[in-house]
Every structure is written in structure tokens, then in C-alpha cells.
């Protein structure tokens, strides 16, 4: 006896597109998000979509989820929390260096 195997069918699919017993199963087999599983896919003009694998019986999917990319970070990162009016380490010191010269003035006088 000898046993075909047989090809799965293989089919990219937005997650939204999917039936909704389907997205369910999908959902059940990511419980804590699909962050680890995510690709990135290529397109051949150069743009790209992210996509996580599933499979049933019959088909083996990509399923092609939405990212959101938090580009805030570099511009947190960017902002300048410091203002002129705020003193670094060397003005300090030559504050304190000025303090110093008025004391031994008085202590002079």
C-alpha cells in the first residue's frame, strides 16, 4: 500500500475576510497575540503586509493581520525636555565660584 500525500491547498487571506468560525480559531490558536508568529511578506513591487500562519484540514493559510507601528517613540526620544531657563553642572559651578568671590569680598571689607 502506499500513501499519497496530497497537497494542501495554500490561500492568503485578510484576517477580516475570514469566516467568522475561522477567525475564531485563529484568535483560539494566538490566546496571547500573534506578536512571536507575525512575518513580514514581501510584495514584488516592494511593499509588504505582516501575516501569521494557520492551518486547516485542507487549506494552509496567511492570514494577513493589521500593525500598527508606534512611531511616537522616536519622537518622545526627539523631544527636548530641557529649556534654556535650567542650569547645567557648569553654570553651577561658576555660580558657586561667583558666590565664593562675593564672600571673601565681604569677609575683606
Do not use: C
Not at 553651577?92 to 571689607?109: C, H
Amino acid at each position: 500500500m502506499s500513501t499519497q500525500k496530497v497537497a494542501k491547498r495554500r490561500s492568503v487571506v485578510s484576517f477580516a475576510n475570514l469566516a467568522p468560525e475561522l477567525q475564531e480559531e485563529v484568535k483560539k490558536l494566538y490566546p496571547a497575540g500573534y506578536n512571536e508568529a507575525m512575518m513580514r511578506i514581501e510584495k514584488p513591487n516592494g511593499e509588504f503586509f505582516y501575516a501569521v500562519p494557520f492551518e486547516t484540514e485542507e487549506v494552509s493559510y496567511l492570514v494577513k493581520v493589521v500593525v500598527k507601528i508606534d512611531d511616537h517613540i522616536e519622537e518622545e526620544e526627539d523631544r527636548d525636555y530641557y529649556t534654556d531657563d535650567l542650569k547645567g553642572a557648569d553654570e553651577f559651578a561658576d555660580q558657586n565660584d561667583e558666590d565664593e568671590d562675593i564672600d571673601n569680598l565681604r569677609d575683606e571689607i
